[in-house]
Every structure is written in C-alpha cells, then in structure tokens.
Nanobody, 121 residues
C-alpha cells in the first residue's frame, strides 16, 4: 500500500499562484509515475501533469502536462523525499477544482484524498 498526503490547496485570486505538495509513504517502488488530476462537480477527473521516475540512471522523459496547463503549471519531484510538487501560476477561475495526487506503478495506482483549490475572479 502507498499512502498519499496532499497539502497546499486554498483560495487565491485570479492571476495568483499556489504550490501543491504530495508526499508518498508506505510501499516503495523503484519505478513509478506520480502526478496530479483534478475534478469539478459533475465532471470526470482530468489529467493535469505527472512525472516519471525510472531510477537513478534513467534518462527518459520525466514530465508530462495537459495542454491547458502547459506554461502555467510546473511539476517537480524529490525522489529522496517521495514527494511531488505542482507549482501553479497565472491561476484562472476555471482552475477551481479538487486536485488529487496519483501514484502508479506496475499496474496498480493509488489516490490521495484531494485538496481544494479555489480561484476567485
């Protein structure tokens, strides 16, 4: 089992910034993907960004973003701390959602409890 604890959500005005964090604990995988999805009422959960970790000597592509987030959101990770961050800049009211951390490896995935991000106009 992997436990995910998110933090950093809150209320911000349009144009502002927030930084989300997600710390993983429990079972350790040598290769994994860790990232963020978001969901608003009545809509399906949508992909935001993720980062891949394939080991110390792995040099493959590490980060992926949904098109709507490119240039505004930056995902980064600290493998030693099993933590992933999502820096969100130039926030828009349509970014308002519950943001969920996701961790997957070997066909198994885990979800965090979600953190609310509200962007006021």
């Amino acid at each position: 089992q992997v436990q995910l604890v998110e933090s950093g959500g809150g209320l911000v005005q349009a144009g502002g910034s927030l930084r989300l964090s997600c710390a993983a604990s429990g079972r350790a995988f040598s290769t994994y993907t860790m990232g963020w999805y978001r969901q608003t009422p009545g809509k399906e959960r949508e992909f935001v960004a993720h980062i891949n970790w394939g080991g110390i000597n792995w040099s493959g592509d590490r980060t992926y973003y949904a098109d709507a987030m490119k240039g505004r959101f930056t995902i980064s990770g600290d493998n030693a701390k099993n933590t992933v961050y999502l820096q969100m800049n130039s926030l828009k009211p349509e970014d308002t959602a519950i943001y969920y951390c996701n961790y997957r490896s070997g066909g198994v995935q885990y979800w965090g409890q979600g953190t609310q991000v509200t962007v006021s106009s």
